[in-house]
């Protein structure tokens, strides 16, 4: 990875990381179709809640994409080979039992996220039943997360697209099979992606196996086994908090009805698409970030920077120009439900709006991912989230427009609470003062 990075080496490192992530909304997208052409709202409905509580637990253990990605490009930058292949041990091993955690713990969480969710009825019966099949995949899916994170770290973007395309392609082709073919409904949903995230977690073994060098000694250092830790407990509170970010909006829609709520899912995936390929250059904003902090090279962080941005304001302003020109069609396509339709028809120019204000958020997210400022991301969200929810409180009355206002207001105070932290992150890089 050069040390100072130029446009083409940075479109290089991304489009592998932008194709992947593409298809990664599609796989939701498939789900939302598969279940939309039934015309069933409830059985939509769910897919959606289920989705927001399996979201929640699973990306509860984000920091094991994240954590990964920014430490073992530091250990790229700073050339130290013992360590790299290290974290991609520790990463998988505690991937797997987090995930072992989930599933033996799922009588306990399943209910406990049901009720805090505005459902009830035939909608829980339902979303429990996809839930339940989505955790048989909980070891899996977090082991992927961190492999996933070593191949970005180590900037295999190439290898993070196979692996990552084996993932989504096995989970449509396998929800497809049990939803049209086998008649297995939410079910089936569930299932065909618990079931990819094993295939996917046997392809990345099988990518990195040469990762898999080194002692039981590197494995457990205890210096390095408390700095992952340190830095992955700082990233599992952000997480936690914008997962509450989402799942707060996912219930604000459901407060309004399944037909809102299903709306609110087709909509959502014009979201995913956009903040999925965008991630492909904030993913790589955090490799690049975090090899020249590992360098201890200020000029290349700052140039890695202001490049990686110039490519998320273009891709945003696309985005933005598509959905609302194209947004209508779309929706179309995904629901046969005249009422589903007609309210997401009437949320499109907000939704429009989210790649433009959301870019900010993402990019710095993305830089401080990288140089593993743990703390700073934590605080950020703890406060974003708060001022987030309180502008949903006052916007209640202005039904799901205000529902939508409010998310678009979360991405920018996101972006404000990341941006306060920027000075700070200056001085860590500021060069060194001679002795006198």
């Known amino acids: 990875m050069s040390a100072a990075p130029t446009r083409r080496a940075i479109l290089s490192q991304a489009w592998p990381i932008m ?24 059985a939509l409905a769910a897919v959606a809640l289920g989705s927001t509580i399996v979201n929640f637990l699973f990306w509860a253990f984000g920091f094991l994409r994240m954590g990964m990605t920014g430490l073992t490009a530091q250990a790229v930058g700073a050339n130290d080979g013992a360590e790299i292949a290290a974290l991609l041990r520790r990463g998988l091993m505690l991937g797997g039992l987090l995930g072992a955690v989930l599933l033996i713990l799922q009588s306990l969480l399943v209910p406990a996220a049901l009720a805090l969710m505005a459902g009830g009825g035939a909608l829980d019966v339902a979303t429990r039943t996809y839930v339940e099949a989505r ?142 390929i965008l991630d492909g250059f904030c993913f790589t904003a955090e490799a690049r970030v975090g090899a020249a902090i590992g360098a201890r090279d200020r000029a290349a962080m700052l140039r890695a920077t202001r490049l990686v941005g110039e490519f998320c304001l273009g891709t945003a302003i696309l985005f933005a120009v598509l959905i609302a020109a194209g947004g209508e069609a779309f929706v179309a396509l995904l629901t046969t439900s005249a009422e589903v339709r007609a309210i997401a028809a009437g949320l499109l120019p907000l939704v429009a709006l989210v790649p433009l204000i959301g870019t900010p958020a993402w990019l710095l997210d993305g830089v401080f991912i990288g140089a593993t400022e743990g703390r700073a991301l934590r605080d950020a969200a703890l406060a974003s989230t708060a001022a987030y929810v309180l502008t949903d409180l006052a916007l209640r009355p202005w039904g799901e427009v205000g529902v939508w206002i409010a998310l678009l207001a979360g991405y920018g105070w996101r972006a404000i609470a990341l941006g306060l932290f920027w000075p700070r992150l200056m001085r860590r890089l500021a060069p060194a003062r001679a002795a006198p």
């Open 135 to 276: 955790l048989l995949g909980a070891p899996a899916a977090l082991a992927f997360y961190a492999a996933n994170g070593w191949l970005l770290g180590v900037g295999r973007t190439r290898a993070a697209l196979v692996v990552q395309l084996i993932l989504n392609a096995a989970n449509i082709a396998l929800t497809m099979l049990f939803v049209w073919q086998l008649d297995m409904g939410v079910r089936g949903v569930g299932l065909g992606t618990a079931c990819a995230d094993w295939i996917a977690v046997a392809a990345a073994l099988w990518v990195t196996r040469a990762g898999w060098r080194g002692t039981a000694a590197a494995l457990f250092d205890r210096a390095a086994l408390a700095r992952l830790f340190a830095v992955n407990r700082d990233l599992m509170i952000r997480t936690v908090a914008l997962l509450t970010l989402f799942g707060w909006f996912t219930n604000a829609g459901a407060r309004l009805g399944a037909e809102t709520l299903a709306a609110q899912q087709v909509l959502m995936q014009f979201v995913a698409v956009s903040a999925f």
């Open 19 to 42: 194709v992947a992530q593409a298809s990664i909304p599609l796989v939701g997208i498939v789900d939302t179709a598969v279940i939309g052409r039934t015309g069933e709202a409830t």
